[in-house]
């Protein structure tokens, strides 16, 4: 697949787009999503995996519901909004990691639908079996906590004993929670973890108490300060 996006295709454009950048060898791979929200949790902790592995982009999903501005990097280069995918090799499972600036709006739910259904198609050629959605979970007293949602009882148990505290009789918005519920429609199984947070500014505890569980839960265990300084929104 090019690389270039002619402009006949942006013009034509009226559906999410995916532009392959390489095709990485994934055994068994473990799909991690990570987007803005509450707090930017999991955008947050989607970095810190990225980091922590040196995880490797490979791909990109462009859609035109995505917000009419571009983002600019340190270096003054811009780009068109975009998910991004990477991946990072591991001894039982490769991850799959994608993360982005942006979500189409809250108000467009078709286009969330559209965009979390173009998701699932590509990680389900990829052979992704599993999936962790990450994300934040408002609270208004001060307390740490990872919260977990999953497509079965079994796995919400499971996590459980981790250490998670099952989500009950709440609401995940956005991608986090429609990734996952769609998710269980395909009947690929899942687990959503929600770090709480008191706000929309970024949290970085709350990204790094969601990326410890999770590397923890993956059989690595991270200590306090070893890369909690990298916890940035970039």
């Given at each position: 697949?090019?690389?270039?996006?002619?402009?006949?295709?942006?013009?034509?454009?009226?559906k999410p787009y995916l532009r392959k950048l390489s095709s990485p060898t994934l055994e068994n791979p473990i799909f991690v999503?990570?987007?803005?929200?509450?707090?930017?949790?999991?955008?947050?902790?989607?970095?810190?995996?990225?980091?922590?592995?040196?995880?490797?982009?490979?791909?990109?999903?462009?859609?035109?519901?995505?917000?009419?501005?571009?983002?600019?990097?340190?270096?003054?280069?811009?780009?068109?909004?975009?998910?991004?995918?990477?991946?990072?090799?591991?001894?039982?499972?490769?991850?799959?990691?994608?993360?982005?600036?942006?979500?189409?709006?809250?108000?467009?739910?078709?286009?969330?639908?559209?965009?979390?259904?173009?998701?699932?198609?590509?990680?389900?050629?990829?052979?992704?079996?599993?999936?962790?959605?990450?994300?934040g979970v408002p609270i208004t007293e001060d307390k740490t906590q990872v919260y977990i949602a999953a497509t079965s009882p079994r796995l919400a148990a499971e996590f459980m004993e981790?250490?998670?505290?099952?989500?009950?009789?709440?609401?995940?918005?956005?991608?986090?929670?429609?990734?996952?519920?769609?998710?269980?429609?395909?009947?690929?199984?899942?687990?959503?973890?929600?770090?709480?947070?008191?706000?929309?500014?970024?949290?970085?505890?709350?990204?790094?108490?969601?990326?410890?569980?999770?590397?923890?839960?993956?059989?690595?265990?991270?200590?306090?300060?070893?890369?909690?300084?990298?916890?940035?929104?970039?």
């Amino acid at each position: 697949m090019s690389n270039i996006l002619s402009m006949d295709r942006w013009l034509a454009l009226d559906k999410p787009y995916l532009r392959k950048l390489s095709s990485p060898t994934l055994e068994n791979p473990i799909f991690v999503q990570g987007l803005p929200g509450f707090g930017n949790v999991g955008r947050i902790a989607a970095h810190l995996l990225i980091k922590f592995f040196d995880a490797k982009p490979f791909a990109e999903l462009y859609s035109p519901s995505f917000p009419d501005y571009v983002a600019i990097s340190s270096k003054g280069i811009t780009h068109l909004p975009r998910y991004e995918f990477y991946y990072a090799p591991m001894e039982k499972n490769n991850l799959v990691i994608m993360t982005g600036e942006i979500q189409p709006s809250f108000d467009d739910v078709v286009a969330h639908y559209t965009v979390c259904d173009s998701v699932l198609d590509f990680v389900e050629t990829l052979g992704c079996k599993f999936i962790v959605t990450m994300g934040g979970v408002p609270i208004t007293e001060d307390k740490t906590q990872v919260y977990i949602a999953a497509t079965s009882p079994r796995l919400a148990a499971e996590f459980m004993e981790k250490g998670a505290v099952i989500y009950s009789k709440g609401r995940i918005v956005g991608g986090t929670g429609l990734t996952l519920a769609l998710a269980k429609e395909r009947k690929i199984d899942g687990i959503s973890l929600l770090g709480t947070t008191m706000g929309f500014k970024a949290d970085k505890g709350a990204g790094f108490l969601v990326f410890k569980f999770l590397m923890k839960s993956l059989g690595k265990e991270i200590k306090e300060g070893s890369v909690e300084n990298n916890a940035t929104e970039e």
